[in-house]
């Protein structure tokens, strides 16, 4: 079973920069971010596919997120750009076993999540 490690987060002001990080104790075929806020169910964020770097996008953070990864390092990273009080969610780090990353049914393994909290 893999292991996800998340790091980074925290608590930045509107317009803000924030960086997650999600250590693979193995290569998966992609990994994903997915984030889930009080009360709502968890929504994905981004994507990325682990030879190819092919990367998939929710429409709220498209132009703001980018997801990359270090295959050297197993390493997948989200940049969250232009921070909005609706980005405020714990952010988890997901193994998926195909491209479907929308979809929370492809993961097998989570990450513990990350809190982000953005204020004005």
């Known amino acids: 079973q893999v292991q996800l490690v998340e790091s980074g987060g925290g608590s930045v002001q509107t317009g803000g920069n924030v960086r997650l990080s999600c250590a693979a104790s193995e290569p998966t075929n992609y990994m994903g971010w997915l984030r889930q806020a009080p009360g709502k169910e968890r929504e994905f964020v981004a994507g990325i596919g682990w030879r190819g770097g092919r990367t998939f996008y929710a429409d709220s953070v498209k132009g703001r997120f980018t997801a990359s990864r270090d295959n050297v390092k197993n390493t997948a990273y989200l940049q969250m750009n232009d921070l909005k009080a609706e980005d405020t969610a714990i952010y988890f780090c997901?193994?998926?076993?195909?491209?479907?990353?929308?979809?929370?049914?492809?993961?097998?393994?989570w990450g513990q999540g990350t809190q982000v909290t953005v204020s004005s």
């Open positions: 997901g193994a998926a076993s195909s491209g479907a990353v929308y979809s929370t049914d492809v993961y097998y393994a």
